[in-house]
């Protein structure tokens, strides 16, 4: 019986540190760091490493009524949309011959040219 309470205690503090009362130490008065340490808060291994990333296509805007939309449409501000199908665009600008590289495809999309506008719109309705 005193094995198992043994083994128990040492699985609990294995698992969660301090679960059963005072938490286990090492010979320099230390606590041992548990699994719910290393994966829990700020510094835990979820927010450190799986939530932190960055993500390439994502964005961040406000959502309001559309009143030119129906219930199923939502808007994006353009610069968010073009942000978002950048890929697509630079793709159709090369396939159209209205670029010869991606970073000519590129600049010519920040330069906001009024063709590139209406090339992106008709891109859009083709791809959404």
């Known amino acids: ?15 969660d540190n301090g679960i059963r009362g005072q938490p286990m130490r090492d010979g320099h008065n230390k606590v041992y760091k548990s699994f719910s340490d290393v994966i829990e808060g700020k ?7 799986l939530l932190g990333k960055r993500v390439d296509y994502s964005g961040r805007s406000v959502i309001v ?33 209205l670029a010869s590289n991606i970073g000519l ?6 330069e906001k040219n009024p063709l590139y506008g209406k090339y992106f719109k008709k891109l859009c309705r083709g791809i959404l």
């Open 105 to 110: 495809a590129k600049s010519k999309i920040r």
């Open 1 to 15: 019986m005193c094995q198992e309470k043994l083994v128990q205690e040492a699985v609990d503090t294995l698992l």
């Open 43 to 49: 510094e835990g291994r979820f927010r450190e490493t």
């Open 65 to 97: 009524v559309g009143p030119s939309l129906s219930l199923h449409q939502c808007g994006l501000p353009r610069e968010i949309a073009i942000e978002l199908f950048q890929t697509f665009v630079i793709r159709g600008l090369i396939r159209q011959h």
